[in-house]
């Protein structure tokens, strides 16, 4: 399904300003709680945002690219949504028992196991947004439904930042905010699905379409299927992704997570830009990849890779000279010591987007399996290194762990996808 540029520069602009509004959210939410509430409230924060994050990735299944890289069709949107009300329903479960153990093991007060359940049932709702939106994309609506989903998202952000200032504790807010999220995604998928389900576009009528073959449930079924060692990277991906916040909510305290917290979001703006660049041509890539135009392929790879170096160079010259002073100012706290782990996040940041993108390629290719090997093989140097690292180095052993995980999966993602390349050039 071809594109003008004037319709992926809109696709462009709008992706680009849902993920800006998405990634900046917990950064603007710590500093009205920072401001208005306890340091403790900002540590919960913290760690449930970032186990919200976690079952927001096994919630979505890795299904995202594999869905709107299904240039034919197979499967239709109703096996799509039944595979994702069976994964979200799988994530809770999967946080319950975790924070069960957490309670069992004194870790955790109940008031503090109340608020992370909480958290993740209202960052879910951008999980049952994310299917809807793929199918827009896929009927080459992606500006329609990230439009959407940064209007939504951006109201229940300033609501929440609101209701830090009324004096309210924080289970009150988020119980207040999930109701006001998930009645807002209802009407607002009411108001745009019309404009999306009449449209006589390509992908619904293209004569290579395999829909009629495939039932929901088999369709359902088989994305689970297909999807699984994608399902497995996004989980791991993501653990590699929060893990220094994992190691600190086991080994230090309440204030350093939300230290690092503060310092750790700026890296997440290279991820923001890289899937603004990356996103909306992947079904263009699926089709240059179905098509073997492998030399076309790797250009157009070459090509946003060097775009996304280049916003990185820009991001770390910028988070030298304002990052610090900045985020002091924001949070209301002296983080000029902290300097040097800032930079050093940045660093990871960026191996955090280069990760992220080859994983869309990969799923372009259909490489998921390898894409899981990758990641299981990452996440176990995390999982093996996180006390050591803690007990030699501590706050900023966590700070080498983001790092040092973060930029060996990139480069072993990135050595697949050349020898792939290479290997069916020789084909």
């Known amino acids: 399904m071809s594109k003008s540029k004037k319709g ?27 401001a208005a509430m306890s340091i403790s409230d900002a540590g919960v924060f913290s760690i449930g945002y970032a186990i919200s994050t976690i079952a927001c990735v096994i919630g979505m299944y890795g299904v995202r690219n594999y869905q709107v890289t299904d240039v034919t069709n ?30 069992a093991r004194s870790s955790y007060t109940n008031s503090k196991a109340l608020a992370v ?9 951008s999980v049952f947004e994310d299917v809807v939106y793929g199918m827009y994309q896929q009927r080459g609506f992606l500006a329609l439904g990230a439009r959407t989903y940064a209007v939504r998202l951006s109201a229940s952000t300033m609501l ?4 830090t200032l009324t004096g309210l504790d924080l289970i009150t807010i988020l119980v207040i905010v999930c109701i006001f999220s998930y009645v807002a995604t209802i009407i607002s998928f009411r108001l745009t699905y019309p404009c999306v389900g009449s449209a006589q576009t390509d ?60 310092i750790l979001m700026p890296s997440f703006v290279i991820l923001i830009l890289s899937n603004s660049v990356y996103r909306p041509i992947l079904p263009g890539l699926s089709d240059l990849y179905i098509e073997g135009d492998n030399r076309a392929f790797g250009q157009k790879i070459y090509k946003q890779l060097l775009m996304v170096l280049i ?35 940045l660093v990871g940041g960026l191996g955090y987007a280069l990760a992220s993108f080859a994983c869309a390629i990969l799923t372009v290719m259909r490489k998921q399996r390898t894409i899981a090997i990758c990641y299981i093989i990452c996440s176990l140097l995390c999982i093996f290194s996180s006390k050591i690292l803690i007990d030699v180095a501590g706050f900023t052993g966590a700070v080498i762990q983001y790092d040092f995980c973060n930029i060996i999966l990139a480069l072993m993602l990135f050595a697949v ?9 020789e084909r």
Not at 117 to 125: A, M, Q
Not at 204 to 229: D, E, F, H, K, M
């Open 311 to 345: 916003m990185a160079l820009v991001i770390l010259a910028g988070g030298y000279v304002f990052g610090i002073p900045v985020l002091s100012v924001l949070y209301s706290t002296d983080l000029t010591r902290y300097k040097t782990q800032f930079m050093l996040l």
């Open 417 to 425: 996808i050349a020898y792939a390349i290479r290997s069916s050039k």
């Open 74 to 103: 197979k499967f239709r949107f109703k096996s799509y949504l039944v595979a994702r009300f069976i994964t979200v329903f799988a994530s809770l479960c999967i946080v319950g028992i975790y924070l069960i153990f957490l309670l």
């Open 117 to 125: 359940i909480l958290i993740c049932i209202w960052k879910l709702d």
């Open 203 to 262: 992908i619904l009528y293209s004569s290579n379409s395999q829909t009629i073959n495939v039932g929901v449930a088999a369709g359902a079924r088989q994305i689970l299927r297909q999807c699984l060692p994608l399902a497995i990277s996004g989980a791991l991906g993501n653990y590699i992704g929060n893990a220094p916040k994992y190691s600190i909510d086991l080994f230090m305290d309440d204030g350093s997570q939300a230290i690092f917290g503060y």
């Open 8 to 34: 992926l520069k809109k696709d462009f602009l709008w992706n680009f300003i849902a993920e800006g509004i998405s990634a900046g959210q917990s950064a603007l939410i710590l500093v009205f709680i920072s």
């Open 160 to 163: 929440f930042c609101a209701l």
